[in-house]
């Protein structure tokens, strides 16, 4: 028996503007990819990621407001005790236990829109690593991001706080028209 029709996130496409249309084809990997938490507010800020290097797709929307789901076991290596919620939203997986190519798969199959890997490294707030396939050939079509690792803790930290199974973000965010945008960081990030 599934959750709640309630407790479901909604299945549709939070876009805005429908036309709006964003690539990270290209991007290096010294090169970001901005998001902001929306809710909760005590971590509404702006994050920064790192697409992965040689796998996963690219965002061809705008989501205004898209859920990010905790994946639950948190490094999603297999069948997830929540995967029902990551339907038509993004994961937030933490590193560890498998390869980046195998959790953005499992989160595919799962019918999510990308995949969030965050460091398992909890003190990790400057060293963003390159993520790359596996060797075994197989692909993903979901962007994928890498995530400081104590970004990745903060928003959990928030969402246990808070008892809320997910949060609100907007992804990806254009920063160059975001006057405040330096305000907008984490306080815990190095800038």
Request: aromatic residues 12%; negative net charge.
């Amino acid at each position: 028996m599934g959750p709640p029709a309630a407790a479901m996130p909604p299945k549709h496409n939070f876009c805005s503007h429908p036309e709006a249309k964003f690539s990270t084809r290209g991007l290096r990997i010294q090169e970001y990819l901005y998001f902001q938490v929306l809710s909760p507010g005590d971590i509404r800020y702006i994050f920064t990621a790192t697409p992965a290097k040689d796998f996963g797709g690219v965002f061809n929307t705008r989501y205004q407001q898209i859920y990010l789901v905790p994946a639950d076991p948190p490094e999603a290596c297999g069948a997830l005790n929540n995967g029902v919620f990551i339907e038509g939203q993004i994961a937030l997986v933490e590193r560890g236990g498998c390869s980046f190519l195998s959790k953005t798969r499992i989160v595919q199959e799962l019918g999510g829109r990308a995949v969030i890997i965050a460091d398992n490294a909890y003190d990790n707030d400057s060293s963003y690593v390159e993520m790359i396939q596996d060797s075994t050939r197989r692909t993903a079509d979901i962007p994928a991001l890498f995530l400081l690792g104590r970004d990745g803790y903060m928003i959990r930290r928030s969402l246990e706080q808070h008892g809320l199974p997910w949060a609100v973000i907007s992804i990806p965010v254009n920063v160059t028209s975001i006057s405040t945008y330096e305000l907008m960081q984490p306080p815990w990030t190095f800038w």
